[in-house]
């Protein structure tokens, strides 16, 4: 089955400092999603990608669909405590419309 | 954020008990879905419901007994668990399954003594 692995597990980096969490597929996707969740919160929805390379920007998140759509990534530019938590991948394959979770990347801020 | 709705928040169960989890979604969707967190698996997808109907189950442990009555209720019904079915039950919703982003609930902190 499909399997969706994100690096690093766990991520501390000093307030400031930028961050970048890597999802990898199995198998190609037809869309990757992100969410975030906070420490004792539930996930929540940042973003979707849809096509080979696309590139979106959301202030200080950069989100990165790979050119064969089996990788992903999510760069944050110069931390904030605000970015606490942990930040799941998301991928569907083509003709499946389960939505398979990667393992997340925990991130804690060191003021 | 209300749009999704799960009670209990928390849960203490013996093994021989029988209790029911609910979610309530107030966004118009019609998919919604249980989700497994625990420290061992952060995210285990285990049943999913489109426009009332179970269109996928996870082969989850047969303990556990969805229902979903109308497009807005799903609930998790639980009977003689184990301690290891101890973890946080979260509910979502989504306006379709392929391309749509999902909403979760707070989710149910459940514990099984």
């Known amino acids: 089955g499909q399997q969706v692995m994100q690096i690093p597990q766990y991520q501390h980096v000093q307030e400031g400092e930028d961050f970048t969490t890597y999802c990898n597929s199995s198998?190609?996707?037809?869309?990757i999603q992100w969410y975030k969740q906070r420490p004792g919160g539930h996930p929540v929805f940042l973003i979707q990608?849809?096509?080979?390379?696309e590139v979106k920007k959301q202030k200080r998140l950069t989100f990165q669909f790979g050119e064969a759509k089996k990788n992903s990534s999510l760069h944050i530019t110069a931390t904030q405590t605000t970015d606490v938590g942990t930040y799941f991948c998301?991928?569907?394959?083509?003709?499946?419309?389960?939505?398979?979770f990667g393992t997340g990347t925990r991130l804690t801020i060191i003021p | 954020e209300t749009g999704v709705t799960q009670t209990p928040r928390h849960l203490v169960m013996g093994m021989t008990n029988k209790k029911s989890l609910k979610c309530e979604q107030h966004l118009g969707h019609n998919a919604m879905y249980w989700y497994k967190q625990s420290a061992k698996k952060p995210l285990e997808l285990m049943f999913v419901y489109s426009l009332e109907e179970r269109v996928e189950n996870n082969s989850v442990p047969s303990r556990f007994s969805p229902e979903c009555p109308n497009s807005s209720h799903l609930f998790l019904h639980l009977h003689t668990l184990q301690p290891e079915d101890s973890a946080l039950y979260l509910c979502a919703s989504s306006q379709g399954q392929a391309t749509y982003e999902q909403y979760f609930g707070p989710g149910t902190r459940l514990t099984v003594t």
């Open positions: 998301a991928g569907r394959n083509f003709g499946n419309e389960k939505l398979t």
């Open positions: 198998t190609t996707l037809s869309n």
């Open positions: 990608l849809v096509k080979s390379g």
